[in-house]
């Protein structure tokens, strides 16, 4: 089979299973970056807390999700998450094992990972936020949600923008080790198409090249958008 059938999107062709597998890789991260940035958020503000225990159990999720590699974690999701939802439809009266969407596992495990991650980027950008700022707006007697919309998130944002980046990027990586499960995402795609036509040089070229792409588009649209906040963070001081 010519190479440029093999890639095309014709009845023989694999062009089209790659992309889709492109399009879950994006969707799966996406995912794992939104649940991350909500862990993230929580556990950086419970290590920023001034009660110790709050701080030890902040401490004790970013040791062990930054600490334990990647596909174990994978795993005991995937496996321990079926068990768990096996077992509470065996209290509601169903039989045998209830297996879990790879998507939803995939999604929870990297984002799990992805918020040990965020959370020491938070952390950093809250810490980064000027002490004299907020000691001037409690002096005026600004209210506590007011000055964390009006000073304290925009700063955190702005700092942990290029951060949160690099997170993207892990995770984007992360995302390849869901192929494990059985979820069709670029790396899976490119297994599959190998194997079926035992090209596995070449398809697994075009699956690094397509994670490259990405990774480039990434890196643009982050840049773009340290970019546009810088700005607006000018003009706001300007005004001031």
């Given at each position: 089979m010519a190479l440029f059938?093999?890639?095309?999107?014709?009845?023989?062709g694999w062009g089209?299973?790659?992309?889709?597998?492109?399009f879950m890789t994006v969707v799966l991260t996406l995912a794992a970056l939104a649940i991350?940035?909500?862990?993230?958020?929580?556990?950086?503000?419970?290590?920023?807390?001034?009660?110790?225990?709050?701080?030890?159990?902040?401490?004790?999720?970013?040791?062990?999700?930054?600490?334990?590699p990647e596909l174990l974690v994978i795993y005991l999701?995937?496996?321990?998450?079926?068990?768990?939802?096996?077992?509470?439809?065996?209290?509601?009266?169903?039989?045998?094992?209830?297996?879990v969407p790879p998507f939803v596992i995939g999604a929870f495990a990297?984002?799990?990972?992805?918020?040990?991650?965020?959370?020491e980027v938070y952390r950093a950008a809250v810490l980064a936020v000027s002490r004299g700022e907020l000691e001037a707006a409690r002096?005026?007697?600004?209210p506590t949600l007011t000055m964390a919309r009006r000073i304290l998130?925009?700063?955190?944002?702005?700092?942990?923008?290029?951060?949160?980046?690099n997170v993207w990027q892990l995770s984007l990586k992360d995302s390849a080790l869901i192929s494990v499960t059985g979820l069709v995402e670029l790396l899976r795609a490119s297994q599959v198409a190998a194997g079926s036509t035992?090209?596995?040089?070449?398809?697994?070229?075009?699956?690094?090249?397509?994670?490259?792409?990405?990774?480039?588009?990434?890196?643009r649209v982050f840049g773009r958008a340290e970019t546009i906040v810088g700005r607006s963070f000018k003009r706001n001081f300007a005004r001031n």
């Open positions: 059938e093999m890639l095309g999107f014709g009845t023989d089209g299973l790659l992309l889709l597998g492109a991350g940035a909500v862990f993230g958020a929580l556990v950086a503000a419970a290590k920023l807390s001034r009660f110790r225990t709050v701080r030890v159990i902040g401490d004790f999720y970013t040791t062990v999700f930054r600490g334990v999701f995937y496996f321990g998450g079926s068990t768990l939802v096996s077992s509470i439809g065996q209290w509601f009266g169903a039989d045998g094992f209830i297996g990297v984002g799990m990972i992805s918020g040990a991650y965020q959370t002096a005026i007697g600004m998130i925009p700063q955190v944002l702005r700092f942990a923008l290029p951060g949160i980046g035992h090209q596995y040089f070449l398809f697994f070229v075009v699956g690094g090249a397509l994670y490259l792409a990405m990774t480039g588009v990434s890196n």
